[in-house]
């Protein structure tokens, strides 16, 4: 079975400062994809980043990117010149690239931008 | 509209009383999934339907959990004689393909509340 582990619960950011989130997952798997997702309080989730595990080159998304090391089992987001809007919860997520799409996320970590 | 909705947003049910939630997904959306996410958890898989089949069911808590989706678009998750601990936000996604790449679009949710 897969495992996703996000180990800061809450994280807190200056605007326009640079933040980390940090995730790591277990599976014993090759093909696979890795995703993080936000949720604000409106509690719409949202896909803010993927990465496939086949690829080296880190994902990027303007002011978002991942450090992806696959020998490691980790996945941490880096949210660049950060924005009030950026405030809410993330999630780090995982699929088996043979899967239809059956999720599997970490616990969250609450993320709070301070003007 | 053009995202994936969910009916009602909020519900308040007596333990005992069953309840149904309905999920209307992206049109043309083959995949369609629930989850149940607890107060600060990730959410967690329920159900996989690709078109009207229901393919993976693995993650219903218990039989008083069944969900249909007859004609291949909108879904209902049913919740007969509620307990508290089925308190939680029920979230639908939506994916065009049957596939872990496809991205999954989420609604809103439906906040079910058990006294």
């Known amino acids: 079975a897969q495992t996703v582990t996000q180990s800061q619960p809450e994280m807190s950011v200056q605007e326009a400062e640079t933040v980390t989130l940090s995730c790591t997952y277990d599976t014993s798997e090759s093909n696979y994809y890795l995703f993080w997702y936000k949720q604000p309080p409106s509690r719409q989730m949202i896909l803010v980043i993927r990465q496939e595990a086949y690829k080296q080159q880190n994902a990027t998304e303007n002011r978002f990117s991942v450090n992806f090391q696959k020998a490691a089992k980790s996945f941490s987001l880096k949210i660049s010149d950060s924005q009030l809007g950026d405030t809410a919860m993330y999630f780090c997520?995982?699929?088996?690239?043979?899967?239809?799409?059956?999720?599997?996320f970490g616990q969250g970590t609450i993320l709070t931008v301070h003007p | 509209g053009a995202g994936v909705s969910q009916s009602p947003r909020y519900k308040v049910a007596k333990r005992g009383q069953d309840v149904a939630l309905r999920c209307d997904p992206i049109s043309g959306h083959v995949s369609l999934f629930w989850y149940q996410q607890a107060l600060g958890q990730g959410p967690e898989f329920l159900t996989y339907?690709?078109?009207?089949?229901?393919?993976?069911k693995s993650g219903l808590p218990s039989d008083r959990f069944f969900a249909e989706r007859p004609e291949g678009s909108v879904s209902t998750l049913k919740i007969q004689r509620t307990q508290k601990e089925d308190s939680a936000v029920y979230l639908c996604?939506?994916?065009?393909?049957?596939?872990?790449?496809?991205?999954?679009?989420f609604g809103p949710g439906t906040r079910l509340t058990v006294l």
């Open positions: 339907f690709q078109n009207e089949a229901q393919l993976d």
């Open positions: 997520a995982f699929i088996l690239g043979t899967s239809y799409g059956k999720l599997t």
């Open positions: 996604a939506s994916s065009l393909g049957d596939r872990g790449y496809n991205e999954q679009f």
